[in-house]
T-cell receptor
Framework: AQTVTQSQPEMSVQEAETVTLSCTYD???????LFWYKQPPSRQMILVIR??????QNATENRFSVNFQKAAKSFSLKISDSQLGDTAMYFC????????????FGQGTRLTINP | DGGITQSPKYLFRKEGQNVTLSCEQN?????MYWYRQDPGQGLRLIYY???????QKGDIAEGYSVSREKKESFPLTVTSAQKNPTAFYLC?????????????FGSGTRLTVV
């Protein structure tokens, strides 16, 4: 069974700082996707960034980037120039490409951006 | 606009009562999913369906039931057998196969036992 672990239940940084959220996962599969989702206080789940395991290049989306280390099974999210609107729960998630394509989520990290 | 609609936003259930949460999508997605969210536990999969008239149990299916009579709809019934139903429930949809961009989520239903 696949598992996803987020070791930081809560984090807090000042506005404009850079913050990195950690995620590790466990799988014996070689082809999969990894995702970071954001859940603001509205509780709407929003896709932040996506990584395909067969791609070595780290994904980036504006201020958001990942550090994907396949051998270490690590998938951290870096938020640059953090903004108040980045305050949210962040979930790391894993999906095997074959089969039912179910998303397996980590426990989440609550990120607070302080003014 | 395409999306997923969950209703109601808030739902109250009395002890011993069955309640049904609605989930409708107009994204033409084949696959639909139900997740339960509790504090500190992330999202856990209850049931999923990849095609009409077929569905599979997820990790925490006990006390829940679903149906998939139409591609657009995947209602979740929380039965009286679910002993601790108070939680936030999220419905999602996505491609059943191929290039995957992740799920699209509904806005959720907050269920409270009274």
């Amino acid at each position: 069974a696949q598992t996803v672990t987020q070791s930081q239940p809560e984090m807090s940084v000042q506005e404009a700082e850079t913050v990195t959220l950690s995620c590790t996962y466990d799988t014996s599969e070689s082809n999969y996707y990894l995702f970071w989702y954001k859940q603001p206080p509205s509780r709407q789940m929003i896709l932040v960034i996506r990584q395909e395991a067969y791609k070595q290049q780290n994904a980036t989306e504006n201020r958001f980037s990942v550090n994907f280390q396949k051998a270490a099974k690590s998938f951290s999210l870096k938020i640059s120039d953090s903004q108040l609107g980045d305050t949210a729960m962040y979930f790391c998630a894993f999906m095997i490409i074959q089969g039912a394509q179910k998303l397996v989520f980590g426990q989440g990290t609550r990120l607070t951006i302080n003014p | 606009d395409g999306g997923i609609t969950q209703s109601p936003k808030y739902l109250f259930r009395k002890e011993g009562q069955n309640v049904t949460l609605s989930c409708e999508q107009n994204l033409n997605h084949d696959a639909m999913y139900w997740y339960r969210q509790d504090p500190g536990q992330g999202l856990r999969l209850i049931y999923y369906s990849q095609i009409v008239n077929d569905f599979q149990k997820g990790d925490i299916a006990e006390g829940y039931s679903v149906s998939r009579e139409k591609k657009e709809s995947f209602p979740l019934t929380v039965t009286s057998a679910q002993k601790n139903p108070t939680a936030f429930y999220l419905c999602a949809s996505g491609l059943a196969q191929g290039y995957h961009m992740g799920y699209t989520f509904g806005s959720g239903t907050r269920l409270t036992v009274v």
